[in-house]
């Protein structure tokens, strides 16, 4: 702000005052703007927190449900496979012991494909949903920082001009 001066002058102390409520509106009209970027940014983070939770709910279930199908899927796979290995050994009238050993290379891919990419998913499940990292990591960055809106900066703001 400019110096107001020590003779009176009418004209000089309107322009002052001018001048003083512009600069007082621009901080005004600024602050009610940071205000409203804080209470976005606040609400963007909670609304994402509920989207990653939805989805991770939604994906584990998902998984859930074709881990049973494909266990199944599986299992009868593994039977017609040991079926068939023991009707070519009967047709061809071999005993031979250098035949593959399906059942075991099948368990173990299923284990390989279903098990770990379930485990990943529960994990990934159990620390953003059931225990909220990113909402406690947020809060966690934001904790030292004022916040405008909750603060009500804004409707401080007008009463000051």
Not at 10 to 39: P, W
Not at 50 to 68: C, F, P
Not at 111 to 116: F, P, R
Request: glycine letters at 2%; hydrophobic letters at 30%; aromatic letters at 4%.
């Amino acid at each position: 702000f400019p110096e107001f001066p020590s003779h009176v002058s009418v004209e000089n102390d309107a322009s002052l005052a001018k001048t003083a409520c512009s600069v007082g509106h621009v901080c005004k009209r600024r602050i009610e703007k940071y205000s409203k970027c804080s209470q976005l940014t606040h609400d963007c983070v909670q609304m994402f927190n509920v989207v990653v939770s939805n989805e991770l709910t939604s994906v584990l279930n998902k998984n859930n449900s074709l881990r049973t199908s494909v266990n199944k899927s599986t299992e009868t796979i593994i039977e017609c496979v040991v079926r068939g290995q023991k009707s070519v050994q009967n047709l061809t009238g071999s005993k031979s012991s250098s035949h593959v050993d399906w059942k075991r290379q099948l368990e173990s891919l299923k284990k390989k494909l279903v098990d770990d990419l379930a485990l990943s998913i529960q994990q990934l499940h159990t620390k953003h949903v059931s225990e909220q990292a990113l909402s406690e990591e947020w809060s966690n960055l934001v904790r030292d920082k004022e916040c405008l809106t909750k603060t009500r900066a804004a409707a401080r703001s007008r009463t000051y001009i």
